[in-house]
């Protein structure tokens, strides 16, 4: 499962998710309240992927939290503000600061476990989202961050699995506006090859999401694996008309083309696009568009070398066949 922890755990732009988790931005409740959707739904919520520069939907951009950052009086919303942008080893040291004056806050916790995830300590990520789940029973946050960190243990079973699912499940259903959860779980559910799960659980991602990048790339891999090939090219280039450069949909069309269209031009145009314009951090998928296009032009060559001998034998063949024509000489009876 060493390719499901790279999916699921290594943070980048591509659908690669490390802690996702599921903010809400709105009005702060009391130390002793959980923030929850319910509490926020009437304050305009927002959904908030974290630790992203893009998140994955929200109202706001990156500067509108940066500006919380700097202005808010807010201890709250300024923790959720460092994790929006970014700031993983900052959201820590608040919500460590938070926690000392409001201990058990769901608000602290919830932040605290995020942005160690985030940092790819998941022992204790998964720890504090323990301490918050037991807590705040049925905590949407904590269940998903608890998946997450029990996806590090290499010795997990089958058993183990079953129940990282059902806690994703669980993550997921307990609110309609949780992305996250079901982002993870749709990644789970391809790597244990549950392809029609994976694709279900995309399909409601993306209703929740409006459509969101990472959402299309799922339900794109998913139709790709079912074999669904017309599906998935539409899901793919949905991606690049919101990402022009997205490395992943780039790559993957060109699999569309040379596997299953069988037209390497197109395929060998998506590769050198994306070679050209790299924008993901993820080396290792400029290293199979490297090989893929290095195959690709391999095979143009040597078609092309074939066609070359091709022809010149049908041009021996055409002069073989052809009568020899002996020049002949007349002299002339006047010399």
Partial sequence: MKNLIKTLLVLSASLNLAACTTFFKGKSASATSEVTVASM????????????INPVISVYDRQHWLDVRADSKDERMKMY???AVGEARVAEVEARSFLRKHPKDFAGLQVLAA???MQKKYSL??????LLESYYQDSSEALNLLALSMLMNNQNRVQDYRRI?????????ASSNQIAAGLNLGHLYLELGNISAAAETFATVRVRCDSCVESLMGA???AYRAGNYGVAQSSFKQVLSKSKFHSEALYRLALVERNVQKNNGNAKQYLRTMLANRNDKDRMIYQRANTMLRQLEGESDRTATANQ??????ENAATKDQPKVVPVTI???DE
Avoid: P
């Fill in 165 to 173: 699912v059902d806690m994703l499940q669980k993550s997921f259903g």
């Fill in 220 to 222: 794109g891999i998913a």
């Fill in 309 to 314: 001998v091709d022809d010149e034998d049908k």
């Fill in 115 to 117: 942005s160690l995830g």
């Fill in 41 to 52: 739904a009437d304050q305009g919520a927002v959904v908030q992927q974290a630790g992203r």
């Fill in 125 to 130: 990520a998964g720890y504090y989202a323990g």
């Fill in 331 to 333: 002299e002339s009876d």
């Fill in 81 to 83: 503000a460092a994790l």
